[in-house]
T-cell receptor
Framework: DAKTTQPPSMDCAEGRAANLPCNHS???????VYWYRQIHSQGPQYIIH???NNETNEMASLIITEDRKSSTLILPHATLRDTAVYYC????????????FGKGTRLSVIA | EAQVTQNPRYLITVTGKKLTVTCSQN?????MSWYRQDPGLGLRQIYY???????DKGDVPEGYKVSRKEKRNFPLILESPSPNQTSLYFC?????????????FGPGTRLTVL
């Protein structure tokens, strides 16, 4: 009963933008979109989150479509250290609602 | 430095020998949780705690216990470990209110039960 759908893998050339898509067609009005990544069996790392507006921080940008049924995480200048599994998660941002991790997208940044 | 620490990082044990994996955070977070990660199954939540003395089951609690006597610590206890508990374990914490969005994860504990 995954709430999100992501491609299993993607490649990106070093220095280019990495655009990682995520479908969440059943998202509810009070659910946020979160992105985490996991570098080779390390603990997952928070990247960014958003509700309906586009968001940007020092790591990435998050573009959410107007109908909120899909989003794209953008790493503007991918480096080899960005090679990781990227997880797109939808979640109500309150209480004890857990993060539910799907299979994510394995991004390989190639020199 | 804000962080979640776990000990030990690696552990090999035998079936039935009780063990505890410690987890500590220095961010005064109310919420803490434990996950296990297995190939093909992803990250699954074992237990979580909303605050001191408040714990609840996640998706895969069987065979595990937790306690939350202090805000900073959330140990995971395996009373009688079995081989199917061989896994990579992560502890995590997050704050409440405006700080509730970012969840911090520990470095992981790789457990092997023989």
């Amino acid at each position: 009963d995954a709430k999100t759908t992501q491609p299993p893998s993607m490649d990106c050339a070093e220095g280019r933008a990495a655009n990682l898509p995520c479908n969440h067609s059943t998202i509810s009005g009070n659910e946020y979109v979160y992105w985490y990544r996991q570098i080779h069996s390390q603990g997952p790392q928070y990247i960014i989150h958003g509700l309906k507006n586009n968001e940007t921080n020092e790591m990435a940008s998050l573009i959410i479509t107007e109908d909120r049924k899909s989003s794209t995480l953008i790493l503007p200048h991918a480096t080899l250290r960005d090679t990781a599994v990227y997880y797109c998660i939808v979640r109500v941002a309150s209480g004890n609602t857990p993060l539910v991790f799907g299979k994510g997208t394995r991004l390989s940044v190639i020199a | 430095e804000a962080q979640v620490t776990q000990n030990p990082r690696y552990l090999i044990t035998v079936t039935g020998k009780k063990l505890t994996v410690t987890c500590s955070q220095n961010m005064n977070h109310e919420y803490m949780s434990w996950y296990r990660q297995d190939p093909g199954l992803g990250l699954r939540q074992i237990y979580y705690s909303m605050n001191v003395e408040v714990t609840d089951k996640g998706d895969v609690p069987e065979g595990y216990k937790v306690s939350r006597k202090e805000k900073r610590n959330f140990p995971l206890i395996l009373e009688s470990p079995s081989p199917n508990q061989t896994s990579l374990y992560f502890c995590a914490s997050r704050g409440s209110g405006a700080a509730h969005n970012e969840q911090f994860f520990g470095p992981g504990t790789r457990l092997t039960v023989l």
